[in-house]
């Protein structure tokens, strides 16, 4: 089974726009069976008012695909926090996960946010901004692979250093409620030493994967706390979009 996640950036070429052909060429690229996908966007202006799950589902043949807001409106302009019940048509931002595999069930969970404005320092003297932090979501599948079920999570968390840890904790809890064996892919913004500490869950694949061009860190993981999962070969190939590199993993099963 291949599996692979990617914070595909709103499908955006760093200085060169949203083509779609390119994300779809990245799927095709990446050939995986089970996708775990970050920054994504649906009827967003920037991105063409396309719905990019459904166009990353096309291009990977997927059985099964599942898009959950973490926020309504655009990020950087006007939003709100997601609720599930947004009309459609209404501009969203959040994550993914696809299968090419049957899935019995789906769960979201909503994870901690900071609740109070906060101060993020940006490139350049006195460059202090207050903002609000994003929320943060993860999108959870039952999929039936030809390993057997298998609890599948896509999640992206806080970029606030401690607030991505809290995060984390609260997720592998509550994943813990759901029958093993488990996996969990997304964009952590998280070293892979914090990733492994705070989750108590151990890597299925390894390789820098930001920034893309010249990647000197991991923030993208594959983690799994089932010690008869493992991965065959692993790999952070860097794709067309995206400022972030995608982390693959081929996983079988003893």
Do not use: K
Request: glycine share 6%; net charge positive; aromatic share 6%.
């Amino acid at each position: 089974m291949r599996l692979a996640t990617f914070n595909i950036l709103h499908g955006r070429t760093v200085d060169d726009g949203v083509h779609m052909d390119r994300l779809r060429s990245c799927v095709t690229t990446l050939e995986p069976d089970v996708l775990a996908l970050q920054e994504v966007d649906r009827d967003q202006e920037r991105s063409g008012r396309a719905d990019l799950t459904a166009v990353a589902a096309e291009a990977m043949g997927a059985a099964e695909h599942r898009f959950v807001a973490a926020i309504s409106g655009t990020p950087g302009a006007t939003w709100m926090a997601a609720t599930g019940r947004e009309q459609p048509g209404t501009a969203a931002y959040g994550i993914a996960l696809l299968s090419r595999y049957p899935v019995s069930s789906w769960q979201v969970l909503r994870l901690p946010r900071i609740p109070v404005r906060f101060p993020m320092y940006l490139p350049g003297p006195r460059r202090v901004l207050m903002v609000h932090e994003e929320p943060r979501t993860a999108v959870v599948a039952r999929i039936e692979t030809p390993l057997g079920a298998i609890t599948v999570a896509s999640t992206h968390l806080s970029f606030v250093p401690g607030w991505n840890r809290l995060q984390l904790r609260r997720l592998v809890h509550d994943l813990a409620g759901f029958p093993g064996p488990r996996i969990l892919a997304g964009d952590l913004n998280l070293l892979a030493p914090a990733a492994h500490r705070w989750s108590g869950m151990r890597p299925l694949a390894h390789g820098a994967t930001f920034p893309a061009p010249e990647p000197t860190r991991q923030l993208d993981h594959i983690l799994t706390d089932d010690r008869r999962l493992y991965a065959r070969t692993s790999d952070a190939p860097q794709m067309p979009i995206s400022d972030h590199r995608a982390l693959v993993a081929d996983i079988a099963r003893t």
